[in-house]
T-cell receptor, first 115, second 111 residues
Framework: GAVVSQHPSWVICKSGTSVKIECRSL??????MFWYRQFPKQSLMLMAT?????????EQGVEKDKFLINHASLTLSTLTVTSAHPEDSSFYIC???????????FGSGTRLTVV | RKEVEQDPGPFNVPEGATVAFNCTYS??????FFWYRQDCRKEPKLLMS???SGNEDGRFTAQLNRASQYISLLIRDSKLSDSATYLC????????????FGKGTHLIIQP
């Protein structure tokens, strides 16, 4: 089946640094990748939709200059959390659609802790 | 009003019991509906799609009521391994839209 590989699984970084999270589609081409984050005991919230070769579409309230998304190829999308702060600590997860009938496959997620 | 609402639980039920929970969605134009399962600190995994005609997969039955804008999930003969958070998920529109998740309903199956 379709697999999305997400790295790193977890990262601890200092305030002010930037962290890059990668998602790769291993056996299919993902023209669209979705980025979510989940705070403890909260639902997954869509942050942005990443389209190969074009600018990402951000959801309301998500700062595009803080969460940089690059989708340069059909198999790779990256999310960079710039100048991270403790309030950015969260579970970040990517997802790609592989069909209309629930065919959304998820990466394994990245747990970011900013200290 | 939240786009997708679920009772967060937790629902504590004994092994072998039948349990059901619902969710409601606010956007009447929503087109596709799913139940996902999420284990602690893991990514969500698709459990099943939901159709107006009902959808059954083994011990799991899902139902969509478009008129009332709610979705249900029924689990029969519950197993310990069914303990998880069940996420109600809606696609807002057509095309390549992201998923809108409910907060999830936490289910605990007790031996």
């Amino acid at each position: 089946g379709a697999v999305v590989s997400q790295h790193p699984s977890w990262v601890i970084c200092k305030s002010g640094t930037s962290v890059k999270i990668e998602c790769r589609s291993l056996d299919f081409q993902a023209t669209t990748m979705f980025w979510y984050r989940q705070f403890p005991k909260q639902s997954l919230m869509l942050m942005a939709t990443s389209n190969e070769g074009s600018k990402a579409t951000y959801e309301q309230g998500v700062e595009k200059d803080k969460f940089l998304i690059n989708h340069a190829s059909l198999t790779l999308s990256t999310l960079t959390v710039t100048s991270a702060h403790p309030e950015d600590s969260s579970f970040y997860i990517c997802s790609a659609s592989v069909g209309r009938n629930g065919g959304y496959t998820f990466g394994s997620g990245t747990r970011l802790t900013v200290v | 009003r939240k786009e997708v609402e679920q009772d967060p639980g937790p629902f504590n039920v004994p092994e072998g019991a039948t349990v059901a929970f619902n969710c409601t969605y606010s956007n009447s134009a929503s087109q596709s509906f799913f139940w996902y399962r999420q284990d602690c600190r893991k990514e969500p995994k698709l459990l099943m799609s939901v159709y107006s005609s009902g959808n059954e997969d083994g011990r799991f039955t899902a139902q969509l009521n478009r008129a009332s804008q709610y979705i249900s999930l029924l689990i029969r003969d519950s197993k310990l391994s069914d303990s998880a958070t069940y996420l109600c998920v809606v696609i807002r529109g057509g095309g390549a839209d992201g998923l809108t998740f409910g907060k999830g309903t936490h289910l605990i199956i007790q031996p």
